[in-house]
């Protein structure tokens, strides 16, 4: 199986467009302390042939053209994107799917919830539905895609910004949120860039899988309130923070799986090459995923 990091920021980009907080500060300087980095997506592949996304981020357009793998091969209309799979309705997992309206057939997976989402925007219609087949992607049983078993589950996690007015809850399993499990029956990698806070099954689940990428949106909890750009802590925004007690770091020490985070928010000095914060994931057995990080698994 073949996973590229199209994508490896939080909802905003680094830099994102209106910010200067400290690590933006730095990323608009452009002294290579901090990379650049679009919004959260993974392409998976079984044959090289055809691909997978893992989430649609709002730059899809510009995270094709960067990967020759995503580029059309036959005359005529073309795409090697076989599938696409949401893990959350999330504007920065979603808005992507525009970029694909230019009439060619993929298939559509996403949570019942999600669907439904894509279901009420009319701006979605233009997938146009005789192309574009929109299916639930049950949890708790496996699906083949693209040659591919996608195994996805339910974790903590809450309804997108967008829809909070409707419901506050964030730490209950409803659905509406998932990881994947994806494997070519070597391999099996683990994809959660959104959940907000890790229960004992979820933990062993993820720490045993070959690969995990995992959501590294915030350092400490009180990353944005601390900033003075957002009341919202990390859990309150449906994120586990990496540090504290009950962070993502403390809870995989020692399992084997090769470790990335993702989903980074441009708050996170974790993006600072020569951060303290930096080191300390580093030491913990983490990397911190950039756009273009491929893994053949
Ligand atoms: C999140 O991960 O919390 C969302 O991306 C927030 C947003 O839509 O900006
Ligand atoms: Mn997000
Ligand atoms: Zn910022």
């Known amino acids: 199986m073949r996973v590229i990091v199209l994508g490896s920021a939080a909802g905003g980009g680094v830099p994102q467009w209106n910010c200067r907080c400290p690590v933006c500060t730095l990323a608009w300087r452009r002294d290579g302390s901090v990379r650049w980095?679009?919004?959260t997506s993974l392409a998976v592949s079984a044959d090289s042939e055809s691909w997978v996304l893992l989430d649609a981020a709002p730059e899809l357009r510009e995270q094709i053209l960067s990967n020759p793998s995503l580029h059309p091969r036959r005359p005529g209309r073309h795409s090697p994107i076989a599938a696409v799979v949401l893990t959350s309705g999330d504007v920065d997992h979603l808005a992507g799917l525009l970029c694909l309206r230019e009439g060619h057939r993929f298939t559509l997976w996403a949570?019942?919830?999600?669907?439904?989402?894509?279901a009420a925007s009319p701006v979605f219609g233009v997938l146009d539905p005789s192309l574009v087949d929109k299916r639930v992607l049950p949890t708790d049983e496996s699906t083949r895609i693209a040659g591919l078993?996608?195994?996805?589950?339910?974790?903590?996690g809450k309804v997108p910004l967008y829809r909070e007015a409707e419901e506050q809850e964030i730490e209950r399993e409803s659905g509406s949120v998932i990881g994947l499990e994806v494997s070519d029956?070597?391999?099996?990698?683990?994809?959660?860039?959104?959940?907000?806070?890790l229960t004992p099954a979820l933990a062993e689940r993820l720490?045993?899988?070959?690969?995990?990428?995992l959501d590294g949106t915030a350092y400490t909890d009180d990353e944005l309130p601390r900033l003075g750009l957002s009341p919202k802590t990390a859990a309150r925004?449906?994120?586990?923070a990496i540090t504290g007690d009950n962070g993502s770091m403390r809870a995989f020490v020692g399992t084997r799986a090769q470790r990335h985070y993702i989903h980074l928010?441009?708050?996170?000095?974790?993006l600072v090459e020569n951060?303290?914060?930096r080191a300390t994931v580093e030491d913990a057995g983490w990397t911190v995923a950039h756009d273009g990080l491929e893994i053949v698994m």
């Open 275 to 277: 951060s303290a914060e």
């Open 111 to 118: 949570a019942e919830d999600t669907l439904r989402q894509v």
């Open 265 to 270: 928010n441009n708050t996170n000095p974790v």
């Open 237 to 240: 925004m449906g994120h586990l």
């Open 185 to 197: 029956g070597r391999g099996r990698l683990c994809y959660v860039p959104g959940i907000a806070h």
């Open 37 to 39: 980095r679009t919004q």
């Open 207 to 213: 720490g045993g899988a070959d690969v995990l990428f």
């Open 149 to 156: 078993t996608m195994s996805p589950f339910a974790v903590p």
